[in-house]
T-cell receptor, first 113, second 112 residues
Framework: NAGVTQTPKFQVLKTGQSMTLQCAQD?????MSWYRQDPGMGLRLIHY???????DQGEVPNGYNVSRSTTEDFPLRLLSAAPSQTSVYFC????????????FGSGTQLSVL | DAKTTQPNSMESNEEEPVHLPCNHS???????IHWYRQLPSQGPEYVIH???SNVNNRMASLAIAEDRKSSTLILHRATLRDAAVYYC?????????????FGKGTHLIIQP
């Protein structure tokens, strides 16, 4: 199994550009989430989803949009990139909310100039 | 607000046991205690989790206090490859839809 796949691995944007970070999982997990990690910091939750058609905000949702049209995919959209969004982004998924372990992708390193 | 509290960093010697503490005084009866670790330049990986009883797996052991307000991750014989940031988090087993909150974790340094 591929697990959780994130693309791209690296991306450089100019301020104001838009882009979508892709996340896909092949484990039929209901729960998916996006985190950002700034240098020397822990992970901060951006958005999460408990199933297709259901999304909710985490700690730092401003500047990001998500949708969940299928169980497998959970893309993260930056509508107008800002330098403050320079970070490493991780996608995670799990089977259910109840005591199941999270599987993480390998991350996307994003730089906004 | 962080639901768990961990020391910022800990240091240990190679081939010795390591005990990483975590306080979660506001834990609810249905919260599972999860531990993850993040090696340099990698995504977090699952280590172990438990609800009430102590747990063992090939990577580590998890000791949970009787009142569940604290727990300890035990690496029985640390190696240099165990140097990482270790995160203790709570996961709602009661069907709540809240997202998971990670703090800054404990940076474990292993001395050769």
């Amino acid at each position: 199994n591929a697990g959780v796949t994130q693309t791209p691995k690296f991306q450089v944007l100019k301020t104001g550009q838009s882009m979508t970070l892709q996340c896909a999982q092949d484990m039929n997990h209901e729960y998916m989430s996006w985190y950002r990690q700034d240098p020397g910091m822990g992970l901060r939750l951006i958005h999460y989803s408990v199933g297709a058609g259901i999304t909710d905000q985490g700690e730092v949702p401003n500047g990001y949009n998500v949708s969940r049209s299928t169980t497998e995919d959970f893309p993260l959209r930056l509508l107008s990139a800002a330098p403050s969004q320079t970070s490493v982004y991780f996608c995670a998924s799990s089977r259910t909310l109840a005591g199941e372990k999270l599987f993480f992708g390998s991350g996307t390193q994003l730089s906004v100039l | 607000d962080a639901k768990t509290t961990q020391p910022n960093s800990m240091e240990s010697n190679e081939e010795e046991p390591v005990h990483l503490p975590c306080n979660h005084s506001t834990i609810s009866g249905t919260d599972y205690i999860h531990w993850y670790r993040q090696l340099p330049s990698q995504g977090p990986e699952y280590v172990i989790h438990g609800l009430t009883s102590n747990v063992n797996n090939r990577m580590a052991s998890l000791a949970i206090a009787e009142d569940r307000k604290s727990s300890t991750l035990i690496l029985h014989r640390a190696t240099l490859r165990d140097a990482a940031v270790y995160y203790c988090i709570l996961r709602d087993g009661g069907g709540g839809a809240d997202g998971l909150t990670f703090g800054k974790g404990t940076h474990l340094i292993i001395q050769p």
